[in-house]
């Protein structure tokens, strides 16, 4: 009994003391367990399994958090959309027509645009006052030239012309004027000197007339090669303003950026309005101007061949010399 029945008793106790301690450690695992479960199964019966349960309190803890935050996420960004509309309008302006621009625009821009609606302004004016001019012009040329052509005599060419105003009768005049002057000095010395001065007299007095017919066109050319620039001024400065605002603005929006730009782009718009008509318009006076002076170059050298067949007539006897007239 000594050793054997030593270690019974060792193996009961140790059988006792786990069976106590499993004994105490069971009452508070059930506790908790029995507690949440119990109004759960309460109600179904006992055929109820814990799958069936399990998804009920799960199906919307699923669908709560989805969509909690999904509808916070999608409201700031249709209400962030929906506030910048407004803004948006906010910042366009009011008027993007040519007129809207301008009373939009900075006050050098506008100072720019307004100088070159008067310089086409000009242009056209110049245009319709001397395109009349032109016309009325060459038509008196024309009549006096076909006047000279067809007289015999200077005096005949004088008669034709009469009073009537206008370079080519001035022609006649004047060189009758000087035959007259030196009618003294014909008895006595040729006709070279007398045909010098009538020439240098008609000479002076076509460059006269081309003078007038000309003058207003340098005006036209001067628009012309200067109206680009002024309007590249224009734009130069009102894109330097639209930079300004885009700093102080701190946004590279379109509709912010764009209106600036615009009004800038109108000056040189309005810089080439101004320029090409311009342009066109003094080419076409220059051809025309020409023309004019071509004319009265024909008026000019029939009245010097007056003046030299008067000269040779001298010679003939009065009676043929009035036959001639």
Do not use: C
Not at 220 to 236: D, E, R
Request: charged share 15%.
């Amino acid at each position: 009994m000594s050793w054997n029945g030593l270690f019974a008793a060792l193996a009961a106790s140790l059988i006792l003391s786990t069976g106590i301690a499993k004994a105490q450690e069971q009452p508070p695992i059930q506790a908790p367990v029995q507690q949440p479960v119990a109004p759960a199964v309460q109600a179904p019966a006992e055929q109820a399994s814990p799958a069936t349960i399990a998804p009920a309190p799960q199906a919307p803890a699923a669908w709560a958090p989805a969509t909690a935050p999904a509808d916070p996420a999608i409201q700031p960004a249709t209400s962030s959309v929906a506030g910048q509309e407004p803004s948006l309008t906010l910042t366009l302006p009011h008027d993007l027509s040519p007129w809207g621009m301008f009373m939009n625009a900075d006050i050098v821009v506008k100072a720019v645009m307004v100088g070159l609606a008067f310089a086409s302004l000009v242009t056209w004016t110049i245009w319709l006052a001397k395109s009349l001019e032109v016309f009325g012009g060459k038509l008196r040329a024309r009549r006096a030239a076909h006047a000279i052509g067809n007289a015999a005599t200077l005096m005949q060419a004088g008669r034709e012309l009469g009073h009537s105003g206008g370079p080519g009768a001035l022609l006649v005049r004047a060189a009758e004027e000087e035959r007259a002057l030196s009618a003294g000095a014909l008895d006595h010395a040729s006709g070279d000197g007398l045909k010098e001065r009538v020439a240098s007299r008609l000479s002076r007095i076509e460059a006269a007339a081309s003078r007038r017919m000309s003058r207003g066109t340098g005006l036209l050319a001067t628009i012309g090669s200067t109206a680009p620039f002024v309007g590249l001024f224009g734009t130069v400065w009102g894109i330097m303003n639209a930079f300004i605002g885009i700093s102080q603005a701190q946004t590279t929006n379109l509709a912010v950026v764009a209106p600036g730009i615009a009004e800038a782009l109108l000056a040189t718009a309005m810089g080439l309005v101004a320029a090409i008509p311009a342009v066109v318009i003094y080419n076409v006076f220059a051809r025309s101007i020409a023309g004019y002076r071509q004319i009265l170059a024909d008026a000019s050298a029939g009245v010097e061949r007056l003046v030299s067949r008067d000269l040779d007539f001298r010679t003939v006897p009065p009676a043929a010399a009035m036959a001639a007239e």
